[in-house]
């Protein structure tokens, strides 16, 4: 991981020079970086990332693909959460500055869930919805989505696609039977249009969104969703629009900035907002 974000930052340089940042970064407790060592990682850099690390006229060292990345939303979740992990680990003396946000339960349960997707091997699931029985069933997984620091779990419950949120799990069990996931199905292609975990065929809309003051600049920076495109400036605001299928999580998104943003169109999108706000409001005179 150091040599990846290294090279990405310096772009190109001999193994000396590496090594001496490597040495002054004190990665491994001071000590120098060995040719055999750096030509190991070298190929595990590429096994996990696809980047290959090439050496010019100079013995400069450098990523020669770097566009790999671009677009591949799991190798770029990959680099940044391993990133963050390396650099929290060796900050242990400043820790109290550190403030992160809390994740819940049930990430324990991704090293069997993973190891069931890739060697496509049903699961026996404990599962218990807020307000609901507890019950246990098998699952074929197919994948899983990160959402608001919540793991999800997508399956094959034999009678539908469903989306298990793995904080509401109460035991995961890796069990003989094979499954093959049909030639057809993409994950991707499954959330397509969705914002969130929520699939329920609510269609495609065409939203346009007024954002005012630093609003606008929070969704420039920090867009809701890979459709969104700013469409025009005037006195104080900007108009986005945003083709997706508004479900309830969408919604929510769109109440928890309220107060920098106003609904355009649809017309209905508009009016289920004000029903919540004006529901809020009944509730909190």
Not at 117 to 129: D, E, P, S, V
Not at 157 to 176: H, K, Q, V
Request: glycine letters at 6%.
């Amino acid at each position: 991981m150091w040599i990846v974000n290294t090279l990405r930052q310096r772009r190109r340089l001999t193994l000396s020079e590496l090594s001496e940042l490597w040495v002054t970064d004190e990665v491994a407790e001071g000590n120098p970086l060995p040719r055999s060592s750096f030509n190991k990682y070298r190929d595990a850099i590429h096994d996990m990332f696809g980047l290959l690390i090439e050496c010019d006229k100079q013995h400069r060292y450098y990523i020669c693909n770097p566009g790999e990345l671009d677009g591949d939303q799991t190798k770029q979740w990959m680099l940044s959460t391993l990133t963050t992990g390396l650099t929290l680990s060796g900050s242990s003396a400043i820790k109290d500055s550190i403030l992160l946000e809390n994740v819940p339960a049930g990430y324990e349960f991704l090293p069997i869930i993973m190891q069931a997707i890739r060697q496509r091997r049903t699961i026996t699931m404990g599962y218990q919805k807020f307000g609901f029985e507890a019950y246990t069933k098998p699952v074929d997984p197919y994948a899983v989505r990160l959402f608001r620091q919540r793991w999800y779990l997508l399956a094959d419950n034999y009678e539908r696609i469903a989306t298990y949120a793995l904080d509401r799990m109460l035991s995961a069990t890796l069990t003989d039977r094979r499954f093959e996931r049909p030639a057809d199905f993409s994950p991707e292609e499954h959330f397509k249009g969705y914002f969130g975990v929520i699939v329920d065929g609510t269609p495609m809309e065409h939203v346009v969104l007024r954002a005012y003051g630093k609003m606008a600049n929070l969704l420039r920076t920090l867009p809701i969703y890979t459709t969104q495109r700013e469409l025009a400036s005037g006195d104080g605001y900007t108009d986005f629009s945003i083709d997706i299928r508004p479900t309830i999580d969408f919604v929510s998104e769109l109440t928890s900035k309220i107060d920098g943003l106003d609904v355009l169109e649809p017309a209905s999108l508009k009016a289920k907002v004000r029903g919540i706000l004006e529901d809020a409001l009944r509730r909190n005179p």
